[in-house]
């Protein structure tokens, strides 16, 4: 990951700006740990020198109870 790498997800009311290598890893476990069923999809990458830029598709299928029909 680059140095200078920041992620913002949406969180309200504002979103969170996540700094940096240590920072983004964390928010990102913490997001997969409160959402063991989410997954995303790649969409589109574009790397130029040192720089990508990319889109995705965010999937969450909530688990189903025993009593869900």
């Keep these: 990951m680059h ?12 979103g969170i700006r996540s700094t940096g290598r240590d920072e ?3 928010a990102f476990r913490e997001f997969f740990a409160q959402s063991p069923n989410a997954h995303f999809d790649l969409e589109d990458l574009v790397v130029a020198d040192d720089r990508a830029f990319l889109t995705w598709r965010y999937d969450c299928v909530a688990k189903r109870s025993r009593s869900d029909p």
């Excluded at 140095?3 to 504002?14: I, K, M, V």
Aim: hydrophobic share 40%; charged share 25%.
């Design 24 to 26: 983004v890893i964390a």
């Design 3 to 14: 140095r200078r790498l920041w992620f913002e997800n949406t969180s309200p009311p504002d």
